[in-house]
């Protein structure tokens, strides 16, 4: 497997199905050199690796030979690698319960990592090729081998913004609570004033065309408030007593009857009555009506 490793760094070797106790100390010997004196090679076996209860965060390159990778086995690695830190591993792929090519991308994702590399082909030797394939009971499958990042930051991690408003609120946030417990429970304390919720346009005298409204039966004017300001109550009793003095009667004949009375007179089809006397209508008009 094409891995980097570089002087200093925390290496977590894991060992799989193919690992032997012949070749297994010429692959250390190996990445301790390229660690140095500064760095370290830790060996585990991936049956063992979740029971070995390493400290989070306490190697830099975990690498891992061939073996199936369950859920759990990933979820360690991601753990005691330091953020930012990388893992090599390969594992065969195909039918029946092994992962397809997707499945394995898939899994280091949802173990935490990221910019998961596309899979690549890896050729063993013959003798281990013999041993992985007794280890599996089957010769149906592709070894890939593929690397992954985990994220320069722990899972829960948690860093203060900076915010350039922060101030501001801070300042306003002073402003609004300046009142004391005892003042919000005092009644004669005012907390808004009600002249601040009115802009120029509130303070403006509407104008009384505005306020008609047209509705189905044509044009209409609104009811005036009781305390009515705006003019609109000093409109309606203009109109109606303009409405009083044009049923006044004032030809002078409407005691006479209906033969002397104007299309407009308030008596129409009222009987004759003396002037200055209520009128009133028999019962007897009223039972002959019915």
Known sequence: MDTVVKSGERVLLITGLTSTSCDLPSLVNKLMEKTGTDGKVQVE????????????????????????????????IARVLKPGGRTYLCEPVGAGQLKMPEGLQSALKLAGFINVSQPGNLTLPEREVTALTNSLGTSSYSLLQLSADKPAYEVGAAKQLKLSFVKKIEENTAQVWSLSANDMMDDDVDLIDDDDLLDEDDLKKPDPASLRVEGAEGPKKKKACKNCTCGLADELDNEADKKQQQSTPSCGNCYLGDAFRCASCPYLGMPAFKPGETVVIPDAHLATAE
């Open 45 to 76: 076996h991936v049956d063992r690796l979740c029971t070995s209860k390493h400290d989070m965060a306490s190697f830099d390159v975990a690498i891992s030979g061939p073996s199936v990778h369950q859920s759990d086995v990933l979820i360690e």
